[in-house]
């Protein structure tokens, strides 16, 4: 098989060339040999001719066939060939007197060709040739034609390998009994073919016994040596653990290790729990880490011993708060062993643990046992600032707290105020540090000013690992006693003149009421709304009074209801009701005179009265003179008095005055107009309009 173009990693080539010249005829090349180094482990002759290369074996070592390549590098192209694959190829070893021949050269006559054989693993050139055929390929005529070859490198020599020790077999320290004598027989190889010198054993024995022995073997050449140990004899009930070490001067020490077992005759493992540590009485700053001691004390091996430990609260009734199952002793015979628990902190309260040992082969055992965790005992000294107040008093209460027994960490006080219908007042939390055993603290608290009112106050104190302990209490807060001293306005009022009303309101008990506001709602008799208004401007008052006024205007006559209602900031709203009535007052609600001119004169032809009353059991007009006297005059009552119109004709005068009469069931109202001549009309609101 060929390849092209292999890449084979060599070391660099360097020499001298000479090169032979053509003599004759173009193309024949002259070749000379290799001149190599013959002290190498292996020889090898290298010819490189035109139609042909040969490699020959010409002693030394033999090579693995598969192992030795021929490279030709010629006119820029590598090819590189197998000894045991190409050519006339060369089944297994490589020889002395082996001849390997590639009788199809990839190279033409005109080229120059430098052939190398090559043993791959070591990368070693093992010989090497130059030729240079025609000219070369460099396309001249030069005298260059012919083979050169440079010196062969000595290959490095493969370093013979070191003697290598195997502990082929350890026998007789198996498990066994009290009774049984113990020998051991160690077996020894050496595998590398080499001689490992002055080979010795020794065989080291731990346990409750202890046993030390060393002994030699000699050489070892690629065999096997062993010696035996047979004074151990009897050893007592336990684990044993040994170690076996092979020295040699040439080779390097090798170990192994094992273990064994010795009972006792015919018992069976029995577990013990020696002992219990860790678990006194503490406080919840005591960090637990228990330790149990665990015994097999029957001389026989309990196999896959391990520990469960549980704690229960509450004196044991309550729940699990630490568990750890199956904690590995391993074996265990005749000894004791330990196991440790990290548990940390807990609670105040009584604890009761459980402690259980269990083996694959043995009965389990089994203790348990009380502790207490004492924690801080907290306690609130004295309360101050909690008393009966007023709205105007700004509440700072104040609580001391202490602990007794242990120091309380992170401690706080929370104060919540609450009123009687259930809502929250205040409530805040202040911390007050961690509490010494005997020492005070005071929280401080600014609650501000309280609306009127019953309130009860919680105070609670709490820390860490530490039982809350709370006190109540209950206190009032006055408010301002606001009253509605008098009502102005109301009574009285008629349904012709707009209604105006005061309301004095008067606090009497000396505590300031802030932002004192009045509201009037007056309702007739239908259940009408006919006004609600709010005055808010009658501001602070403290033992003292003030007024709030509304414009209510004019009301119908009837009968009405007053609701007054005073609130203040922090006071309780009062509300003062009562009834009134609004005098029926005749009057017009429409009213319109017309006076028509006699020519030009400014005399007044004729005088049209229309109107419109209410409240009303009677009207009359009349029409009077520049003196005043009656010049015309019309009555009208019942129903004719609501409404209607009236005319007197030829007056016949100028600088009249108009007056129109409306009468009702509690007073009427008299309209005049003066001065009139000419023609005009007038309005209601040109009229002068007073009580009658």
């Known amino acids: 098989m060929r390849a092209q173009s292999e890449t084979v990693g060599v070391v660099v080539l360097l020499g001298v060339v000479v090169v032979a010249t053509t003599v004759g005829v173009t193309g024949l090349a002259m070749i000379t040999p290799e001149d190599t180094d013959r002290t190498q482990t292996t020889l090898v002759d290298l010819d490189v001719s035109l139609d042909s290369v040969s490699v020959v074996h010409a002693g030394g070592e033999s090579l693995p066939a598969a192992e030795v390549v021929v490279r030709i590098d010629h006119g820029g192209t590598t090819d590189v060939y197998r000894l045991d694959s190409d050519g006339t190829s060369i089944e297994g070893a490589f020889e002395p007197g082996d001849e390997w021949a590639l009788e ?31 000219d070369g390929g460099d396309g001249g005529g030069g005298d260059d034609d012919g083979a050169t070859s440079t010196p062969t490198p000595t290959p490095t020599p493969t370093p013979d390998p070191d003697p290598t020790l195997e502990i082929a077999d350890v026998s007789g320290l198996e498990d066994g009994t009290e009774d049984d004598a113990y020998a051991a027989t160690i077996e020894v190889e050496e595998t590398a073919g080499r001689t490992a010198e002055d080979v010795t054993v020794e065989l080291a024995i731990g346990g409750p016994d202890s046993h030390v022995a060393t002994r030699d073997i000699g050489d070892l050449t690629g065999t096997t040596g062993s010696v035996t140990v047979s004074d151990i004899g009897e050893l007592s009930v336990g684990e044993y653990e040994w170690t076996v070490t092979v020295e040699s001067d040439t080779a390097e020490t090798v170990t192994e290790t094992g273990s064994f077992v010795v009972e006792e005759e015919g018992e069976t493992p029995s577990l013990e729990i020696d ?102 005992e907290l306690s609130i000294e004295d309360d101050r600032g909690l008393d009966d107040g007023d709205t105007d008093d700004r509440y700072t209460p104040e609580i001391d707290v202490g602990a007794e027994e242990v120091r309380a960490e992170n401690a706080s006080v929370r ?74 306005g109301l009574d009285g009022a008629d349904s012709v003149t707009p209604t105006t009303a005061s ?25 009408t709304v006919v006004y609600d208004g709010t005055n ?67 005399k007044v032809d004729a005088v049209t009265f229309e109107w419109r009353a209410d409240d009303v059991e009677g009207v009359s007009f009349v029409v009077l003179d520049a003196g005043g006297d009656d010049i015309a005059e019309a009555e009208f009552e019942g129903s004719d008095a609501e409404s209607g119109s009236v005319t007197f004709e030829e007056p016949n005068d100028r600088d009249l005055t108009l007056r129109a009469v409306v009468e009702g069931p509690d007073g009427g109202v008299t309209c005049t107009v003066e001065d009139v001549g000419g023609s005009e009309t007038y309005s209601l609101a040109d009229f002068s309009c007073t009580r009658n």
């Open 503 to 527: 309301v004095d309101v008067v606090e009497d008990e000396g505590i300031l009421a802030e932002n004192v506001s009045v509201r009037l709602v007056l309702v007739d008799s239908d259940g």
């Open 104 to 134: 199809a050269v990839p190279y033409g006559s005109d080229v120059t060709v430098d052939a190398y054989v090559i043993h791959e693993p070591t990368n070693t050139i093992l010989d090497r040739q130059r030729a240079v055929f025609g």
């Open 415 to 488: 104060l919540r105020l609450t009123r009687t219908d259930g809502t929250t007042a205040f409530d805040r939390t202040v911390p007050v540090g961690d509490l010494d055993p005997d020492e005070v603290a005071t929280a401080a608290f600014d609650v501000g000013r309280l609306d009127r009112g019953e309130y009860e106050w919680t105070a609670t104190v709490d820390a860490d690992g530490a039982e809350a302990v709370s006190d109540a209490g209950d206190f009032e807060v006055e408010g301002p006693e606001l009253a509605v001293d008098e009502v102005r």
């Open 275 to 376: 002992a219990v540590r860790g678990f006194e009485d503490g406080d919840v700053f005591t960090d637990y880490r228990p330790e149990i001691d665990v015994a097999e004390g029957d001389g026989a091996l309990a196999e896959n011993v391990t520990v469960d430990l549980r704690i229960l609260a509450d004196d044991g009734e309550g729940p699990v708060v630490f568990e750890r199952t199956n904690a590995s002793v391993g074996d265990l015979i005749a000894a004791t062993d330990t196991v440790a628990f990290e548990v940390g902190t807990l609670e105040s309260g009584e604890y009761v643990y459980e402690v259980t040992v269990d083996a694959d082969n043995a009965e389990s055992a089994s203790d348990d046992d009380s502790f207490e965790v004492a924690g801080p």
């Open 536 to 602: 808010a401007s009658v501001g602070d008052l403290s033992d003292e009074s003030g007024t709030a006024s509304f414009d209510v205007g004019t009301l119908q006559s009837g009968e009405y209801a007053y609701e007054i209602t005073v609130d203040a900031d922090r006071a309780a709203p009062i509300t003062t009701t009562d009834d009134f009535e609004v005098e029926a007052i005749g009057h017009f609600e429409e009213l319109t005179a017309t006076t028509d001119e006699t020519g030009n004169s400014g």
